[in-house]
């Protein structure tokens, strides 16, 4: 289920959530997402889509942009508000759009096989007490061929970045279980998250009926700190050439936050 904590975070910050991430490196963290994402969508229209876990619904409206009908599906009321507000320009081109209030692992509102793609950026299946359940959900949802595109945060960079703190106690708890607390200032706001490890990815996705196609860490080279290399747009360039030279080979996953996973819903 859906951490009350998460909803509620979400629901302060939606009004400025996109503003918070409007920074070079955001933006450049979003293209490489799109860009492992976008081969894996349907080659035939019409199809449905979602973007689970939608917040404001930036890949909602590239998947609407491509073609695609789509499901926003987020636990905040008020996140599903700013995403609605976007998409709604995207919509009028005569396609179909749908917003449902939940998390992955309470999808009931979507049909059986409606999806023939889905992709979960920000890391909804990081924030579910459930992991396995979600993907079991997912895999109901999803058509037999259908590919899902899933953003998780790794348990690599979680442990590195506890190694600074004055006992190894959190540091060898998330080691061990994968498990850690969302930090935040204020107390009704926590909520413990998970994450995950390549091979532990790949095996739950395998267990819920999914063949693993292809994964990436991101980012590996431009970090949050390296704003300014992004300021002309031929190094710009030149790193995301790099980038996508390096973020599926397995060494270099230690030096990203993220995973990106993308599986082919088994028939």
């Known amino acids: 289920m859906a951490r009350d904590g998460n909803r509620k975070y979400h629901d302060r910050v939606a009004g400025k959530y996109d503003s918070i991430y409007d920074t070079p490196y955001w ?17 035939t229209r019409p199809a449905w889509a979602a973007d689970l876990g939608c917040g404001t619904g930036w890949f909602g409206c590239r ?5 695609l009908n789509c499901v926003f599906l987020d636990p905040s009321g ?4 700013e995403a609605k507000a976007a998409a709604e320009a995207e919509s009028s081109r005569g396609l179909a759009t749908r917003f449902v209030q939940s998390g992955m692992e309470q999808m009931g509102e979507i049909e059986d096989g409606l999806l023939d793609f889905a992709t979960g950026q920000g890391d909804p299946l990081s924030f579910c007490e459930q992991p396995a359940r979600a993907l079991a959900e997912l895999a109901r949802i999803v058509k037999p061929g259908g590919h899902v595109v899933l953003s998780v945060d790794s348990r690599v960079a979680g442990v590195k970045s506890l190694l600074g703190e004055k006992s190894p106690e959190l540091a060898l708890e998330l080691l061990r279980t994968g498990r850690t607390k969302w930090k935040s200032d ?10 995950f490890e390549p091979d532990e990815l790949k095996a739950l996705l395998e ?10 860490a991101k980012t590996c080279l431009v970090q949050r700190g390296n704003d300014a290399w992004l300021d002309a747009p031929a190094q710009m360039r030149e790193l995301l050439a790099a980038e996508e030279r390096v973020h599926g080979r397995p060494e270099w996953f230690g030096l990203a936050g993220h995973l990106q996973i993308a599986a082919q819903r088994r028939a």
């Open 27 to 43: 933006r450049f963290y979003r293209d490489v997402s799109w860009r492992h994402l976008k081969p894996f969508l349907p080659a």
């Open 63 to 67: 998947l609407l942009k491509s073609g």
């Open 78 to 81: 008020a996140m599903l508000g």
């Open 186 to 195: 204020r107390t009704e706001e926590a909520f413990g998250m998970k994450m």
């Open 207 to 216: 267990r819920a009926g999914f063949e693993c196609k292809s994964l990436i």
